[in-house]
């Protein structure tokens, strides 16, 4: 018997149209880190998919400790001690770790001997016994909403050892965690190998795997290109590879004065559609050819502070003021007017239209308006046409062969970023508002982007930069604000402040310290 | 057995499957399933189907009858159709404006009662000139609507009351008024219905004679041709179409591109019910001429499924009402001819119907059987 625990042999995997993985081959050793790199699209989900059983390949087979096996569904891959931790947390929100853990397969007793139950006690102090033995500290009757990301991600974790899982997948586990808790996550990941687990990482962070794997799979454009020994090749040589050509996210920002104040926010508190109290008593102002970014750890105000911005959250106390006009009491199209632009975290629910065209959503900034809309409300589609052929060419927007008739659900995400970002900066507005505009990109996209809100300041324009990515703020930033629980911890230039110091921040370390 | 089971799907998803016209492929589909469904039906009950479905088509005057009474012909039918047509159009337009911005209107039944009773009340005795009571018919009827429309809207845009239960207790409420006044004021002592209105206000001209023929002429086909027209370039070509469209599809990014959400929900419910109230004047003014008290009008809530077997589409809805009251007006020669039950008639229009409202399933289906068959097409060759 071999000491593989897993064989993927041949794989491939076609939708129409697209080919997500060629001829893909890999093993994964009894008890080793496996990372598998690659950028956005190049194939990395689809095959983990695959070996999760939510995908049935194409071709090709795969083997678990030798044996060829089918696995048709994740109950499949459950039997086989295969345990997956998802990009997005499958979890039920309204109730407890321990319900959430044993959900599907909840140990049941029999009351009166007759009338099932399910055993919550033992259920509990099975996932406390767990939770002991893997270090991973989760309180089993806490209800999920309660927790922060890091303990769901625990609860997720837990729910895979839960089944016994021995190969335990990880879907880019460290997108939505602080700089600390990535670090406790990496330790944690190491710890499960030591006590014998096999461990995929899906990732497109060279450091991490840097610090923790053992071995590297790198996927191309659904190709294998290369398996690497970690430990014998630098992060860089492991970055052209992925990309084919070598790259560089370091941006050129020109030293440029400050022009005058563009935005001016002052004492602004806000509460979200919960009546809870999201945004408390912010202040702060971005002047032209300046980026200010906000740092924080994913729900602690961000996207609120976007959202009252531009109107979309009325704010409960407070001034907004652009460039010297008090703004708060506009509403969202005469805010736009003014001359703000806003890329939305949220590109399928608010940012896009996905069942309209590409045309119509390139121009749904403008579309009320002449040279889109005569004073009498009947549009003109030719107009929609000629900007967005302008624009798809000038932004380089990968559409069908229907051009700007295709439907935007239909283009790929980065495509949609890229669509909606188009839209925004054609509107040559004074400030523009990012919120997390790279995530779920590839490297090259990210690129491309980067120097997109690099060349915006250049241009003398305000920009507000939110982002759960502290590379992209430290990389991008002249000014870091660092938001915790709706309150602003500082405000300072970005030079004065190191990547760790940030993450202090956005953990509320400071705030009884001050 | 797997090659067999392929051909089904391979031409399951050439049939419904994506590209042009899809939607109208799948609506024919369901026409076709239904009819097959039918023809069991009869086929269960010894009735030849083929001779069914011909007397369907003789009954409302799309195919000559053997024989005609005197006065009557062909014509005579198809006309006919026509008049009862009107209101489905109507009707069923009303259903697809409010669907397209994602709201369910099944308030058309008690609309229509509304407008009809205020009409009539109104104008419907009165001894106005023909011309003028008739435009004031319609004037009521879209006045009467549009009021009822912005009800619904306004409670949903400033309370966020669901509208579907504001409509169903709507419906309630307005048949129970309605009826009351009917039954306590306008009750004629034989039908015990409204009484009948004066010609002068009907928008059917009832037995002109013509070609030696005795017909009933609708005025207002014209008219409803005009509206399918108009909700369409409203649809398609207009500013508030598209804001229309759009907070029917995501109110979210609706509201982030600036539209105000709530104002364009008002303004969907006013068109959609003043659609109604015209479907609600043709029907009790046109077709008919009397109200029967504490009736909801069947018409009202079968519009629903014909706005969809129509995909919202106006010119759809056109052809779909079309399509529905040849059944319905055909009814009679049917059960007449064959003797089967006039229900038999229903329960076709019934399957037809049901078959329509599954037409997005059968959408997913014939895409995902594409992506199946596009998928093993990529292996085998």
């Known amino acids: ?514 | 057995m797997l090659n067999k089971k392929n051909i089904y799907k391979r031409s399951f998803a050439s049939f419904c499957g994506p590209g042009k016209h899809q939607l109208l492929r799948i609506s024919f589909f369901c026409l076709f399933l239904s009819l097959v469904t039918g023809a069991i039906l009869l086929l269960l009950l010894g009735k030849n189907p083929f001779v069914a479905y011909t007397s369907l088509l003789q009954g409302s005057g799309i195919l000559p009858k053997l024989r005609y009474p005197g006065r009557k012909s062909q014509l005579t039918d198809f006309f006919n159709l026509l008049n009862y047509t009107v209101p489905m159009i109507f009707a069923s337009l009303s259903v697809a404006v409010a669907l397209k911005c994602g709201l369910f209107n099944i308030c058309v039944s008690g609309i229509m009662v509304l407008s009809g009773f205020m009409a009539t009340v109104l104008v419907g005795y009165s001894d106005i000139t023909s011309i003028v009571a008739k435009i004031l018919v319609l004037l009521i009827g879209v006045g009467v609507g549009a009021l009822v429309g912005a009800l619904i809207g306004w409670l949903k845009y400033r309370f966020n009351m669901n509208e579907v239960v504001v409509a169903i207790m709507l419906n309630y409420i307005i048949s129970y008024v309605v009826s009351f006044f009917i039954n306590t004021q306008l009750a004629d002592p034989v039908t015990r219905q409204s009484v009948e209105i004066n010609q002068n206000a009907r928008l059917t001209l009832v037995d002109v004679e013509m070609f030696g023929l005795r017909i009933n002429i609708t005025t207002v086909f014209v008219l409803a041709l005009i509206v399918v027209f108009l909700i369409k370039f409203l649809l398609d070509k207009t500013r508030f179409g598209f804001e229309l469209k759009a907070v029917g599809v995501n109110k979210n990014a609706s509201r982030y591109c600036g539209i105000k959400v709530g104002k364009t929900l008002v303004k969907t419910m006013i068109i959609s019910g003043a659609l109604a109230g015209l479907a609600g004047v043709t029907y009790y003014l046109g077709s008919y001429a009397s109200i029967q008290p504490r009736v909801v009008p069947q018409l009202g809530f079968d519009a629903i499924a014909v706005a969809l077997l129509g995909n919202m589409n106006p010119i759809g809805c056109l052809f779909a009402s079309g399509l529905i009251m040849i059944f319905e007006s055909g009814t009679a020669y049917l059960s007449s001819r064959l003797g089967v039950l006039r229900e038999i008639a229903a329960l076709i229009i019934s399957i037809l119907l049901l078959f329509s409202a599954s037409s997005g399933y059968f959408k997913i289906l014939g895409n995902k059987f594409k992506l199946e068959l596009g998928e093993n097409g990529g292996r085998n060759e």
């Open chain 1, 1 to 514: 018997m071999n000491n593989n625990f897993v064989e993927l042999k041949n794989i491939s995997k076609v939708f129409p149209n697209i080919v997500a993985n060629d001829n893909v081959s890999i093993d994964v050793k009894n008890g080793e880190i496996y990372a598998i790199l690659g950028e956005n699209g190049a194939g990395k989900s689809t095959l983990m998919s695959v070996l999760f059983g939510l995908y049935e390949p194409s071709a090709g087979s795969i083997h678990i400790k030798g044996e060829e096996v089918k696995i048709t569904s994740p109950l499949d891959a459950n039997r086989l001690h295969i345990g997956m931790v998802h990009q997005h947390f499958k979890l039920v929100d309204n109730q407890s770790i321990a319900e959430n853990i044993i959900l599907g397969i909840e140990p049941i007793t029999k009351k009166f001997g007759l009338f099932p139950k399910i055993n919550i006690k033992k259920a509990e102090e099975d996932v406390a016994l767990l939770s002991k033995k893997y270090h991973l500290e989760v309180n089993p009757t806490d209800l999920i909403k309660d927790v922060s990301v890091s303990t769901r991600q625990r609860v997720e974790i837990l729910k895979m050892l839960y089944r016994d899982a021995q190969l335990l997948i990880f879907d880019e586990p460290t997108a939505v965690l602080t700089p600390q808790e990535i670090e406790s996550l990496l330790q944690i990941i190491k710890s499960l190998r030591d006590s014998g687990k096999t461990i995929i990482i899906i990732t497109h962070k060279l450091d991490e795997i840097k610090k923790i794997a053992d071995r590297c799979a790198i996927l191309r454009k659904g190709k294998l290109i290369d398996v690497l020994d970690v430990e014998t090749t630098t992060t860089k040589q492991m970055s052209s590879l992925m990309v084919g050509h070598d790259i560089s996210l370091q941006i050129k920002k020109e030293d440029n004065a400050y022009g005058e104040d563009v935005l001016r926010v002052e004492n602004i508190s806000a509460k979200n559609s919960d009546r809870v109290q999201t945004l408390n008593n912010i202040s702060f102002k971005i002047r032209s050819g300046e980026i200010l970014a906000v740092a924080g750890v994913s729900g602690n105000g961000q996207v609120e502070l976007a959202d009252a911005i531009t109107g979309l959250l009325d704010i409960t106390e407070g001034q907004i003021y652009l460039s010297a006009k008090e703004i708060n009491k506009l509403d969202i199209r005469e805010r736009i007017e003014e001359g703000i632009a806003y890329i939305p975290e949220d590109r399928h629910n608010v940012g896009l239209l996905l069942d309209f065209t590409l045309a119509e959503n390139l121009c749904l900034k403008q579309y009320y308006q002449e040279p889109y809309c005569s004073d009498k409300g009947v549009l003109n589609f030719e107009e929609f046409h000629k900007t967005s052929d302008q624009l798809i060419k000038n932004f380089d927007i990968r559409c069908g062969e229907d051009g700007y008739n295709t439907v935007v659900r239909s283009m790929s995400g980065g495509n949609q970023q890229k669509a909606i970002i188009a839209r925004e900066i054609h509107a040559d507005s004074k400030l523009v508002i990012f919120v997390q505009p790279t995530r779920g990109l590839d490297v090259g996209a990210i690129e491309i982007i980067h120097k997109r809100i690099a060349k915006l300041r250049n241009d003398g324009k305000a920009i507000l930069l939110i982002s759960l990515e502290l590379d992209e703020v430290m990389s991008l930033a002249d000014t870091i604000l660092v938001i915790y629980n709706g309150e602003v911890q500082t405000i300072r230039d970005a030079k004065e402040l190191s990547k760790e110091k940030v993450g202090e921040y956005m953990m509320g370390v400071h705030t009884h310290a001050k």
